[in-house]
């Protein structure tokens, strides 16, 4: 009986208490991080960490408002000002914005390799990463004196599968 346990042991290795299945892929890596991001500053990191290619990116507002213009408009979300208020800056859309597509105040986010940079995040934004790189997220309003007159922040939360 003992050589038939040595000739098993050093057959299939000592026991273990794994299931077998040692080709199993480990389980993927969630992060959660909620940032505040601030509308009188222009792009701010959403992460501490950069992101990796192939993680899976999740964006969504949390709570909060903002305004590009505190002595004139009210504060917002992060889809931005009304069609009307945006209309009412139309002398500033040059000067002053960075995603002409989407309103003043309106959350955006950018990310190396994205097609769409900057991009209008709103409440949501889902993305697998094609290339490493940091996600950064503003107001949509320019550097300088475009943002002297903001006031306000959004948290959002930003979530991301490894």
């Known amino acids: 009986m003992a050589g038939l346990a040595t000739a098993l ?4 290795g000592p026991p273990s208490d794994s299931d077998g299945d040692d ?6 890596a969630t992060s959660t991080t909620k940032v505040t991001v601030e509308a009188a500053r222009g792009w701010q990191p959403a992460t501490t960490t950069p992101v990796r290619k192939g993680d899976k990116v999740s964006v969504r507002y949390t709570t909060g408002t903002w305004t ?3 002595a004139n408009l009210p504060l917002t979300g992060p889809v931005g000002h009304t069609r009307a208020d945006d209309e009412a800056l139309r002398f500033a859309w040059t000067d002053c914005k960075v995603n ?3 309103p003043f105040g309106a959350l955006l986010g950018r990310y190396p390799g994205n097609p769409r940079n900057p991009h209008a995040v ?4 889902h993305f697998q990463a094609t ?13 300088g004196s475009c943002l002297d007159d ?4 959004i948290t959002v939360t930003v979530q991301i599968t490894h």
């Open 100 to 102: 002409s597509d989407a």
């Open 68 to 70: 590009v213009d505190a």
């Open 131 to 143: 290339r490493p790189g940091v996600l950064q997220l503003r107001i949509n309003d320019r550097d």
């Open 122 to 125: 709103g409440r949501a934004w």
């Open 150 to 153: 903001n006031r306000g922040g």
């Open 23 to 28: 080709d199993a892929s480990p389980q993927p």
């Open 9 to 12: 042991f050093f057959t299939f």
